[in-house]
Nanobody, 132 residues
């Protein structure tokens, strides 16, 4: 059984940084090829924040929402079965519940699209609150 556990959320002031972690367990080889971070603010729909396509050997395997480009970085540590979201220069509008997810998608374009319906397994979420 696949399990994803997020950590690293918290409350910081605008301009600060946080690093979210997503520990993945239960995956068998080839069971996923895309890892993503999503967020949902109160009263808003869930949106994709960043994704990384693990089968990409050339070019850029990552994708970011326009609102976080240049501030957030997604990365993975295969040895630890963990992927991360480094968030810098945080803004009040980044306040949301953040979720990590994995899935076996059709290719890099699907992964980069960050459509939540394409992801199979989800964490429970971690709250990020940014004060002005």
């Amino acid at each position: 059984q696949v399990q994803l556990v997020e950590s690293g959320g918290g409350s910081v002031q605008a301009g600060g940084s946080l690093r979210l972690s997503c520990a993945v367990s239960g995956h068998t080889g080839g069971s996923s090829n895309c890892m993503g971070w999503f967020r949902q603010a109160p009263g808003k729909e869930r949106e994709g924040v960043a994704a990384i396509y693990t089968e990409e050997t050339r070019g850029t395997p990552t994708s970011y929402a326009d609102s976080v480009k240049g501030r957030f970085t997604i990365s993975q540590d295969n040895a630890k079965n963990t992927f991360y979201l480094q968030m810098n220069n945080l803004k009040p509008e980044d306040t949301a519940m953040y979720y990590c997810a994995t899935g076996l998608l059709g290719g890099i374009l699907s992964c980069r699209s960050m459509q939540d319906r394409l992801f199979d397994d989800w964490g429970q979420g971690t709250q990020v609150s940014i004060s002005s």
